[in-house]
C-alpha cells in the first residue's frame, strides 16, 4: 500500500515537475521494487493515468546522448505493462531485435555525412518542414530537429505524410493536438495533386505572414528544407511541389526530380528544387536520417512496420506477424464482410474505354485478372475475405499469447491459399506471404491504422 500511495505522489507531479518523478523512480529502484511500478500500472482501478502520458513524459527526460538506463526500462516496461501483453510481446522482439543493432546497423556514412551536412544547411534556411507520417506520429519524429537547432513555431511547420494511410478519425485528433501545442501542422498525401496544391497555398501564405513580421521582406528568395527520417515521403513531395509549382507559375523548362524509392534510405545528397515564384520558394530535399542507435523497443518496431528501417533489420516473417497482430487487435476486418465468392472468382473484369461508341462491342476491353499480381482489386478482395473468414471464427482469447500465436498461423495458411503460393515452396512460402502482406498494407489496401497513440498532456513546440 504504501508503494501505491507514493506512486500516486509521483504520478501527481508528472504534471509538476520532472525533476521530481524522476527523483521518485530512483528512490524505488534503490529500494528494489522495480516490479512495483509495473504491478501497479497492470491495475486500472488502482491509478487512472494514459499511458501516452507516463511515456511521453519519460521520454522528455532523455538526454541527447540517449535516454538513461533507468529510463529504458520504465519505458519498456510500463508500455507493455499498459499495452495488451500478447501483441506487445510481438513488437519488443521485433523492437529489440532492432535496437539491439551495435551502431543501428542503418546508420552507415551516407546518413553521417548526410547528419553534417543538413546541420550545416539548418541556420542558412528560412523555413522547416518536419515530414512525419502520419500513422506514427511521434514515433518519426525527427531527432536531429528536436536536439540540436530548436526552430520557433513560426518557421517550423509540422507535415504530416501518408494521411491516406492513417485513421481518418485519429488522424483529425493529431492534427488538432499538434494545433494546441501551437505547432503549425498540416496533413499531406503526397500523391493526391489537390491536396498538395491546397499544402503549397497553406505554404505561400504562412511565407507572406512571416514577411510581414519577423522575416527579411527585402529577400526574393525563401529556402524551405524538407526534414525527416527515411521513407516518410519527402522526395514524392518535393517532387509534387514542383511539379505544381511550375504549373501553377506557368514557368516553362525541363523539370526536375529527387529519386523516389519505396525502400528506405534512397535519398543521398540534398537537391534544390523550386515551388513557387513571386516571391521564389525552393524547397531543400534531404537523405532521410535516424539517431545511431534508438533504444526504446516500441519505436523501433513501429519504424520497423511502417518501413522507415529496412525490413532486413528484422525479417518480413516477423513484421507480418506484428501486423496481422495489429490487425486482429482492430475493427477493420469487419469492413471486408461484403465480399462474396461470386465477386472475387470471376476470371475475367469487364472495362470500358472512356470514348466508347454506344452499344457496340468495340467500345469495350477485356482485361484478363492475373493471380501473380497480388496488388489487383481480385486478389486484394480474395486476401480481406480470407482474413475475415478467419478471424470471424476465431473464438479464443487474444489477450492470451498461445491464441493469438495459433490465429496468425491460421492466417498465414489463409493467406498462402489466397496468395496461391505453392505448399511445397517450403519455408519460403512464409517469406513470399511476408513480402505481399506488407506491401498491401504499406500502401493502404488492407486498412488504414495509426499505431501511436494520443497523450493526454500538452507541451510547447517552441
Known amino acids: 500500500m504504501i508503494y501505491e500511495k507514493v506512486m500516486r505522489i509521483g504520478v501527481f507531479t508528472l504534471y509538476a515537475d520532472y525533476n521530481l518523478i524522476y527523483l521518485f523512480f530512483i528512490f524505488i529502484l534503490k ?21 501516452s502520458v507516463v511515456y511521453i513524459t519519460l521520454k522528455c527526460l532523455t538526454t541527447p546522448a540517449g535516454p538513461p538506463p533507468l529510463i529504458h526500462y520504465l519505458i519498456t516496461e510500463i508500455s507493455m505493462a499498459t499495452s495488451s501483453s500478447s501483441l506487445f510481446k510481438l513488437a519488443r522482439e521485433i523492437g529489440t531485435a532492432v535496437s539491439q543493432k551495435k551502431g543501428g546497423g542503418w546508420y552507415g556514412p551516407h546518413m553521417a555525412a548526410a547528419t553534417r551536412a543538413i546541420a550545416d544547411r539548418m541556420p542558412l534556411v528560412d523555413i522547416i518542414l518536419e515530414v512525419r507520417d502520419a500513422r506514427i506520429p511521434f514515433s518519426s519524429e ?10 520557433s513555431s513560426s518557421r517550423r511547420i509540422l507535415v504530416l505524410n501518408k494521411m491516406d494511410l492513417a485513421s481518418p478519425t485519429q488522424f483529425k485528433e493529431w492534427i488538432t493536438f499538434f494545433d494546441q501545442q501551437n505547432c503549425p501542422s498540416f496533413g499531406v498525401n503526397s500523391h493526391n495533386k489537390d491536396n498538395v496544391k491546397e499544402f503549397l497555398k497553406f505554404l505561400q501564405a504562412h511565407v507572406r505572414n512571416l514577411r510581414k513580421s519577423d522575416y527579411d521582406a527585402s529577400s526574393d528568395t525563401v529556402t524551405v528544407m524538407l526534414l525527416g ?3 516518410v515521403g519527402k522526395s514524392a513531395l518535393a517532387n509534387s511541389l514542383h511539379q505544381i509549382g511550375r504549373i501553377t507559375a506557368a514557368e516553362k523548362g525541363k523539370l526536375r526530380h529527387a529519386t523516389v524509392s519505396p525502400q528506405p534510405g534512397e535519398t543521398k545528397d540534398i537537391y534544390s528544387l523550386k515551388i513557387a515564384s513571386h516571391p521564389n520558394i525552393y524547397v531543400l530535399d534531404t537523405p532521410g536520417i535516424l539517431p545511431p542507435e534508438i533504444h526504446d523497443v516500441e519505436v523501433c518496431s513501429k519504424l520497423a512496420l511502417t518501413g522507415a528501417i529496412g525490413d532486413s533489420f528484422v525479417g518480413g516473417k516477423e513484421l507480418a506477424q506484428y501486423f496481422l497482430g495489429i490487425l486482429n487487435f482492430s475493427d477493420e476486418y469487419k469492413k471486408w ?16 474505354k472512356a470514348d466508347q461508341s454506344s452499344g457496340s462491342e468495340s467500345g469495350m476491353i477485356w482485361k484478363r485478372q492475373n493471380p501473380t499480381d497480388h496488388t489487383q482489386d481480385f486478389m486484394v478482395q480474395k486476401v480481406r475475405k480470407s482474413l475475415y473468414e478467419i478471424m470471424s471464427c476465431f473464438n479464443g ?14 492466417e498465414f495458411k489463409a493467406l498462402r491459399e489466397a496468395f496461391q503460393i505453392p505448399m511445397d515452396s517450403g519455408e519460403d ?33 517552441e
Open 397 to 410: 482469447n487474444l489477450d492470451h499469447e498461445k491464441d493469438l500465436v495459433k490465429l496468425i498461423e491460421a
Open 229 to 231: 527520417i527515411p521513407n
Open 142 to 151: 525527427f531527432d536531429q530537429l528536436r536536439n540540436h537547432h530548436p526552430f
Open 31 to 51: 529500494k528494489k521494487k522495480k516490479n512495483k511500478i509495473v504491478d501497479i500500472f497492470k491495475n486500472p482501478d488502482s491509478i487512472q493515468v494514459h499511458r
Open 337 to 352: 464482410a461484403k465480399f462474396s465468392i461470386n465477386q472475387i472468382n470471376k476470371p475475367l473484369t469487364l472495362h470500358h
Open 429 to 461: 512460402a512464409d517469406s513470399k506471404v511476408a513480402s505481399k502482406l506488407l506491401n498491401l498494407y504499406r500502401t493502404g489496401r488492407l486498412g488504414h491504422y495509426t499505431l501511436d497513440h494520443l497523450p493526454k498532456r500538452r507541451a510547447s513546440c
